[in-house]
């Protein structure tokens, strides 16, 4: 019988028969289950079937090539499929990566895509597309002594009195060896995420926060060949569009009642959160002046 682990992310307590070193190890009762075994070859009946993927409400199978195959179940449980000589650091990207998200789609919480920090008391999120410099930032407000909450995907929930509440992550980052470089770090010390791929994985210690923080401010970060920093606050229906456009794997989203709680929350968050469009020059990256322009405005 394999050992069981526990751990702790988004709020969520896991046990698992896999063990992953990348998770804050916990304790209590379990509320998701993560186990290797067999999984079905499809959905019966699925609402939308992607390249790699098919999904229906509370249903979820992805399908990674010589990597494994990976089965969501009702928001609690992930079932894994696992190719023979996988590289099971890749079995536990994909797990902690798309497999986590389908699941938290599921529990109806909002995976948005984005890196959050601790300031003050409460939160804020850097979003943007890929190669906008979500994580570098992240990883600039760290070497300036703030804590992270969530590396790339920052899960959000809803208090009692409709106040959104970001959940802590994975104590971790990923980023490229040019980022790594600009914030004074050698790639050679971090392990690559995958050995296809230059991004590594930068471990989170004494800067990692890990008790969940109200949500003070999302920053959508863009590049643009002005040549000059512009600060934009973002209202009226472009604000919903943006939180549906950075909503981590959103096509992951199927059937009529995970639609209806998705939309919820965008429309809760629009009328409660800043949303503001932080336009920055092309190739470059001057963190100074954009960690000020976020905390001072």
């Given amino acids: 019988m394999s050992p069981l682990f526990k751990y702790k992310a988004f709020g969520l307590t896991i046990q698992s028969d896999i063990e992953c070193p990348e998770l804050i190890i916990s304790s209590g009762t379990p509320n998701v289950i993560i186990q290797a075994g067999s999984v079905p070859e499809s959905i019966e009946d699925p ?16 399908q990674v090539d010589n990597i494994a195959r990976y089965y969501i179940q009702n928001g609690n449980k992930i079932t894994i499929d696992i190719y023979q000589n996988a ?24 995976p948005f895509h984005g890196s959050s920090v601790k300031i003050g008391e409460s939160a804020i999120i850097l979003s943007g597309l890929s190669g906008a410099g979500k994580s570098t930032l992240a990883a600039a407000f760290q070497k300036k002594g ?24 994975y104590p971790q980052m990923k980023l490229w060896p040019d980022s790594i470089l600009k914030l004074g ?56 569009s943006l939180l549906k456009t950075h909503t981590y794997r959103f096509n992951f989203v199927a059937g009529k009642e995970m639609n209806s709680l998705h939309f919820k929350s965008f429309d809760l968050l629009a009328k409660s959160t800043e949303i503001i469009r932080l336009s920055r020059p092309s190739g470059k990256f001057i963190f100074d002046e954009l960690i000020n322009l976020i905390l001072h405005g």
Avoid at 47 to 62: D, H, I, N, W, Y
Avoid at 200 to 215: A, E, V
């Fill in 146 to 169: 703030y804590s992270l909450l969530s590396d790339d995907v920052s899960v959000i929930s809803f208090s009692e009195n409709e106040h959104p509440i970001v959940h802590p992550g």
């Fill in 87 to 110: 590289d099971l650091s890749e079995v536990r990207l994909f797990l902690l990566g798309s497999a986590i998200g389908a699941l938290i789609h599921q529990r109806g919480l909002l």
């Fill in 47 to 62: 609402l939308f079937s992607g390249v790699r993927f098919q999904t229906k409400e509370q249903e979820f199978l992805l």
């Fill in 185 to 240: 770090g050698d790639p050679a010390h971090y392990s690559k995420t995958r050995k296809q791929l230059e991004k590594h994985s930068i471990p989170i210690t004494d800067s990692f926060w890990d008790k969940p923080l109200p949500l003070s401010k999302i920053f959508i970060i863009t590049s643009s060949n002005l040549g000059e920093l512009k600060v934009e606050q973002i209202k009226g229906v472009e604000k919903f």
